[in-house]
């Protein structure tokens, strides 16, 4: 991080890799290419800019590019909806005056914490750009607990992933999680490339995890909106659950994550078994709690 040029290089280069000429639509002709996707040239063609433009802008000069150019490149190189935003933001970092960096927030409103709360048996939390989950309610900490009773502060989904071999375990889809969490602080790099916490994590996951260099050198970037999460928990086994994420217009940078499951599916049945032993278990799982009002708790 930190190397917007190098970034917008090996992002470029890497999605042009990827790209045959048979998916660009370009005719195959004889002999042996020298590259694994499309030609610099070809993806000049493709965008409608000249040979040099684009090796300039591949060279990780896009301070100044058009939206229209930038546009064209994302078609070019197929990219999706998360890869559209990085380039995007790669372009703002390199213009000449870059972004001022938003201090990620430690904390969340007390309005907030009560939404939390209102979730009732449905695990929820809100997170930052950086992974750190800055308040949940009772029974995210008890979904969740494997990841708090981690001793590193503050509580981090990712940190968790790659330095705690609990993770394998916990997620049982655990490729897939690893390769999501790398490619998501893949995009907030784009979006807050300065950010010092960022930048501390990055920097830690990358020298005690050779699995997160592999997945960070990927260059891959992801959203995370919804979807299934497939968890063991210690407590009551096995649960597939839906999961939401929601921005929070009013603390901008904060996501609310929110776990279902359908009504009378084994998953729903063990999310009630967990709500119990998370009332039964409410001293353990305090922490949250008592970040939350007391009004916010139901109390006086």
Same mark, same amino acid.
């Given at each position: 991080?930190?190397?917007?040029?190098?970034?917008? =290089?090996?992002?470029?280069?890497?999605?042009?890799?990827?790209?045959?000429?048979?998916? /660009?639509?370009?005719? @195959?002709?004889?002999?042996?290419?020298?590259?694994?996707?499309?030609?610099?040239?070809?993806?000049?063609?493709?965008?409608?800019?000249?040979?040099?433009?684009?090796?300039?802008?591949?060279?990780?000069?896009?301070?100044?590019?058009?939206?229209?150019?930038?546009?064209?490149? /994302?078609?070019?190189?197929?990219? $999706? $909806?998360?890869?559209?935003?990085?380039?995007?933001?790669?372009?703002?970092?390199?213009?000449?005056?870059?972004? =001022?960096?938003? #201090?990620? #927030?430690?904390?969340?409103?007390?309005?907030?914490?009560?939404?939390?709360?209102?979730?009732?048996?449905?695990?929820?939390?809100?997170?930052?750009?950086?992974?750190?989950?800055?308040?949940?309610?009772?029974?995210? =900490?008890? *979904?969740?607990?494997?990841?708090? $009773?981690?001793?590193? =502060? !503050?509580?981090?989904?990712?940190?968790?992933?790659? *330095?705690?071999?609990?993770?394998?375990?916990?997620?049982? $889809?655990?490729?897939?999680?690893?390769?999501?969490?790398?490619?998501?602080?893949?995009?907030?790099?784009?979006?807050?490339?300065?950010?010092?916490? *960022?930048?501390?994590?990055?920097?830690?996951?990358?020298?005690?995890?050779?699995?997160?260099?592999?997945?960070?050198?990927?260059?891959?970037? #992801?959203?995370?909106?919804?979807?299934? #999460?497939?968890?063991?928990?210690?407590?009551?086994?096995?649960?597939?659950?839906?999961?939401?994420?929601?921005?929070?217009?009013?603390?901008?940078?904060?996501?609310?994550?929110?776990?279902?499951? !359908?009504?009378?599916?084994?998953?729903?049945?063990? *999310?009630?078994?967990?709500?119990?032993?998370?009332?039964?278990?409410?001293?353990?799982?305090?922490?949250?709690?008592? @970040?939350?009002?007391?009004?916010?708790?139901?109390?006086?």
């Amino acid at each position: 991080m930190g190397d917007v040029r190098a970034d917008i =290089r090996e992002f470029l280069s890497s999605r042009r890799a990827r790209i045959t000429p048979d998916q /660009a639509g370009l005719p @195959a002709y004889g002999g042996n290419r020298r590259v694994p996707g499309l030609r610099r040239e070809e993806v000049a063609m493709l965008a409608g800019v000249s040979v040099d433009y684009y090796v300039r802008l591949e060279r990780g000069d896009l301070a100044g590019a058009s939206e229209s150019v930038l546009d064209s490149l /994302a078609r070019t190189l197929q990219l $999706d $909806d998360a890869e559209r935003e990085y380039l995007f933001d790669l372009a703002r970092a390199a213009g000449p005056a870059p972004r =001022r960096a938003s #201090k990620p #927030k430690a904390s969340v409103r007390p309005a907030v914490l009560q939404v939390l709360e209102a979730f009732g048996d449905a695990p929820a939390w809100v997170r930052n750009g950086r992974h750190d989950i800055l308040a949940a309610n009772r029974m995210a =900490r008890a *979904l969740y607990s494997p990841v708090f $009773d981690d001793p590193r =502060r !503050p509580v981090n989904t990712t940190r968790f992933a790659y *330095l705690n071999p609990a993770a394998r375990e916990f997620w049982r $889809d655990y490729d897939q999680i690893t390769h999501d969490a790398a490619a998501m602080l893949r995009l907030e790099a784009g979006r807050n490339p300065h950010d010092p916490g *960022l930048i501390t994590l990055v920097g830690e996951l990358s020298t005690q995890s050779e699995l997160f260099r592999e997945r960070w050198a990927s260059r891959d970037v #992801k959203f995370h909106r919804s979807g299934r #999460k497939r968890l063991h928990h210690p407590v009551v086994g096995d649960l597939d659950l839906d999961y939401e994420s929601m921005d929070l217009p009013s603390e901008p940078g904060l996501v609310l994550n929110v776990y279902t499951a !359908p009504a009378g599916s084994p998953s729903s049945d063990a *999310l009630a078994l967990l709500a119990s032993w998370a009332a039964t278990n409410a001293e353990a799982l305090g922490e949250a709690d008592a @970040a939350v009002p007391p009004r916010a708790r139901g109390g006086t």
